[in-house]
């Protein structure tokens, strides 16, 4: 069985993502992976406010695959796949709309943090409910 990713927002290349060789800077990936991230928090946890108790990233890691150009349609798609007792794992794809390429992959480590205490902080109970909701089977609970 494969993924099955359920959050999916398009993104607009911008005339500033293009580097001097005409395709997407490796630096702007990174963005499009957080339009994901904001997506799929926006659907699963919207009352994420990023000001009490919020995510940061711990670790990532993105593989680019074939070249994005000024002018491509694409879209990312987003998922957990790993939800541990502090941290998850996401998983992103940056997929071109008009032919379906896979173009960029990309996996994160996330934890949840306590702003005002300054230190990571097990996932609350009703986040991970519906994680586990959205995500079904296909998450790998730790």
Known sequence: M????????????RFNDVDIIGHVSNTVY?????????????????EIDFSGLAVVGASIKIDYLK????????????RISVLGNKSFTMEHLLINSDNGDLLSTC?????????????????????????????GEQLIIK
């Open 2 to 13: 494969s993924a099955v990713f359920k959050s999916k927002v398009p993104i607009q290349v």
């Open 30 to 46: 990174l963005n499009y992976y957080d339009a994901g991230k904001m997506d799929y928090f926006d659907q699963v946890i919207p």
């Open 67 to 78: 070249p994005i150009f000024m002018r491509y349609n694409i879209y990312v798609e987003t």
């Open 107 to 135: 996996t994160a480590v996330v934890v949840c943090f306590d702003i005002k205490a300054q230190t990571s902080c097990v996932i609350p109970d009703d986040w991970r409910k519906r994680i586990i909701e959205f995500e």
